[in-house]
């Protein structure tokens, strides 16, 4: 019993809390300005004090951070806790995940340490409060689409993810997407789900345009000030015609090399994703695009953190275009008991 229940997940829980202890460790050890960062935006935002007004509407992170300090840490250790904490939520809820979705549950750990390695990768630049808590909502939304999980399942992860960044209005495209049905005909399938949709991208907006003019003061930075010249979208900065300079330079600087590099592998994923042309692959698929867009609209794509949303996108729509994630019939049970029973298990829906 003893062997059987640490196959089932307390040994390979073990692994991925000692790995995300080394994980936080290492990135603290080695990139000291990935944690200066977190002290230098925590009491600074809260106070209408960003570095720049699109920094204003992330107010989770650093809420959460002043929570631990208040409760009598330093903030040296509140943001060491935090960091803690939330790489360990990821990766275990990672891990979680993988057991229930994957056809081979045995391949969860293996997968959840290759995933902790990618984005550990990402952070080696830089890494804000709110970048970690961006790739726990978009690991749960992949979740959430893979379950099929009802509406106020989608509803209360973009309003915890909207007082966290922005890029969680996402999260309602997502609900517009899968309203309709591409394979086919294009067809309007779910009238909730596109007005559900649509009202949290409205939120979304309308919350963080008015957190930002609500709360902003000025910048810390001096050179910066009001931040007024971004005014005009809300605070966010325009930097698509610099990130398309760096894909299109001659030259291979760090800068160039790295956008270069993450955009055209992004755009060669999906291009092969895509052979699979079934209705879940082509909305994901859309999604992660959707992503895409906006990070090359209003991100410093040499700041690799950036990419952090798109990774459980890209990461999922390859597990199900590879046919390695199990239907939901076998995740639910019923198909296993069919086979138990030697009768005939259904053909899973092409969306699966």
């Known amino acids: 019993m003893t062997t059987r229940s640490s196959e089932r997940g307390l040994v390979p829980l073990a692994v991925v809390i000692a790995f995300t202890l080394f994980q936080v460790r290492l990135l603290w050890d080695f990139h000291q300005s990935w944690f200066e960062a977190s002290h230098r935006t925590t009491f600074q935002i809260l106070n209408g004090h960003p570095y720049i007004r699109a920094f204003q509407n992330r107010l989770l992170g650093p809420a959460i951070i002043e929570g631990f300090h208040a409760a009598g840490l330093s903030l040296h250790n509140s943001v060491y806790l935090f960091n803690y904490v939330f790489y360990a939520v990821q990766n275990v809820a990672m891990l979680y995940i993988l057991r229930r979705l994957l056809a081979h549950r045995g391949d969860a750990l293996r997968e959840t340490l290759m995933f902790m390695g990618i984005y550990t990768f990402l952070m080696h630049h830089l890494s804000y409060p709110w970048d970690i808590l961006e790739l726990i909502t978009f690991t749960v939304l992949m979740f959430l689409i893979l379950e099929d999980l009802p509406l106020w399942a989608y509803a209360l992860l973009a309003l915890v ?19 309709f049905r591409y394979s086919g005909s294009l067809r309007l399938t779910s009238k909730a789900r596109a007005l559900t949709g649509a009202a949290i991208v ?32 809300g605070g966010n900065h325009v930097e698509l015609v610099e990130n398309i300079r760096k894909v299109l330079a001659l030259g291979l600087s760090p800068e160039t090399f790295v956008t270069r ?3 055209l592998f992004i755009l060669g994923f999906y291009a092969y994703s895509l052979r699979r042309l079934d209705d879940l692959t082509i909305k994901l698929s859309i999604l992660g695009l959707l992503m895409l867009a906006t990070i090359m609209f209003a991100g410093i794509t040499s700041e690799t953190r950036v990419f952090l949303g798109l990774v459980p996108i890209m990461y999922f729509t390859h597990l199900h275009t590879e046919k390695m994630l199990r239907t939901r019939g076998e995740r639910n049970g019923r198909a296993l008991a069919l086979e138990a029973r030697g009768e005939p298990v259904p053909a899973a829906k092409a969306s699966q």
């Open 161 to 179: 993810g909207t007082v966290n960044k922005e890029s969680s209005v996402l999260i309602g495209v997502w609900l517009v997407l899968d309203s």
């Open 261 to 263: 590099f993450f955009t």
């Open 202 to 233: 409205l939120a979304g907006i309308g919350y963080t345009r008015w957190v930002r003019d609500l709360m902003f003061i000025s910048s810390w930075s001096e050179a910066i000030g009001l931040d007024q010249k971004h005014t005009w979208l």
